[in-house]
């Protein structure tokens, strides 16, 4: 592994950056310099690395040839200016935003499809993926030839932290109004959210699709290697802080071995499999994990060819900033 290596993270007061930042330290990611990088607000807050706090900078006004590797985290027009500027300053860059295709810059989940960057070593970005996508990629890419996978159908319930902080604060400030009997004013989510589920987690298109769920879709195929697998997604908003949980459906060409099957998903990497009569829980198990969790595996009622899973994760931790850091390992392993 080499040392010394120049890292920007664009996004740094945010959950996500925050999450990265503490799994860099936690990784002893091999770093040279560390620069945080926001804008707005942001710039001026400190943030703790390593017994230290270290001040967040404007990221509009950074040299990015002072790097060499690059996380983006979030969706705005300054990471995609971000982008641009480290691009032309040869940093090697990990984006969380999903504002590039996958046509254009590819998914990397390291426990799924790791030999990209060996078949592709001139690599400059990857894409982290949604966390939604990690999760499904790490218990299905392991299965899908033994399985015959022919179709995925997810209803992936999303917790308030997939807005950020302030969805967090969102929830919290509505439980306590509805808790103390004062009148609710929705903001973040435009209704109710606490002790609620609304059937959206973002505006949709004229075809009643919401981006997000257009990326799980084309992310799922890319890290899957199948693009005409059919996939049906739903995101939800679920009045849950922290932990994803998703309700998954595979179509099979072939009859299914269930215990085959919970065999192979126990021997896969970042995956535990909780069987019996127990099941596992966002809350419970996977929030502040390393891995995924997966429970309730079973075929169909009278349909040996369909199988149900359910899968919970950590969206912040384990799907967004281990993943990307865990990504930004493998870019720069044979940089110095």
């Known amino acids: 592994m080499p040392t010394g290596v120049g890292v920007a993270v664009v996004g740094a007061v945010s959950l996500v950056g925050e999450a990265l930042i503490e799994v860099l330290e936690e990784r002893a990611f091999p770093l040279g310099e560390l620069h945080l990088l ?17 001040r967040v900078s404007a990221a509009d006004r950074f040299d990015f040839a002072r790097v060499q590797l690059v996380f983006l985290v979030g969706a705005s027009a300054l990471v995609s200016e971000c982008h641009v500027a480290a691009s032309a300053a040869g940093c090697r860059i990990v984006d969380l935003s999903g504002s590039i295709s996958v046509e254009r810059q590819p998914c990397l989940v390291p426990e799924v499809n790791g030999a990209l960057l060996d078949s592709s070593p001139d690599r400059l970005a990857v894409a982290s993926p949604l966390p939604a996508s990690v999760a499904l990629a ?44 004062r009148p609710l004013e929705p903001r973040v989510f435009g209704r109710q959210m606490a002790f609620n589920l609304l059937a959206q987690a973002e505006e949709v298109d004229p075809h009643g699709h919401g981006a997000q769920e257009r990326r799980l879709v084309d992310e799922l195929r890319q890290l899957l290697q199948n693009p005409e697998l059919a996939v049906a997604v739903t995101f939800i908003q679920a009045p849950v802080f922290f932990g994803e949980s998703l309700v998954v459906s595979l179509r099979c060409s072939l009859d299914v071995d269930v215990q085959a099957l919970s065999a192979a998903l126990e021997a896969a990497p970042g995956v535990e499999v909780v069987g019996g009569d127990d099941y596992p829980t966002a809350v419970g198990d996977a929030v502040g994990q390393d891995v995924i969790y997966v429970g309730r595996v079973r075929c169909g009622i009278g349909d040996p060819r369909q199988v149900n899973l359910w899968i919970v994760s950590d969206n912040v931790r384990k799907g967004a900033a281990l993943n990307a850091v865990q990504s930004g390992e493998l870019l720069i392993k044979d940089y110095l």
């Open 138 to 181: 790490l218990a299905l890419a392991p299965v899908r030839h033994q399985l015959g996978l022919v179709g995925v159908t997810v209803t992936a319930c999303l917790p308030v932290s997939s807005r950020g902080a302030a969805g967090v604060k969102e929830l919290a400030r509505q439980t306590s109004e509805l808790l103390n009997a």
């Open 38 to 54: 926001d804008a707005g607000e942001g710039v001026g807050h400190t943030v703790p690395y390593k017994g230290r706090n270290l």
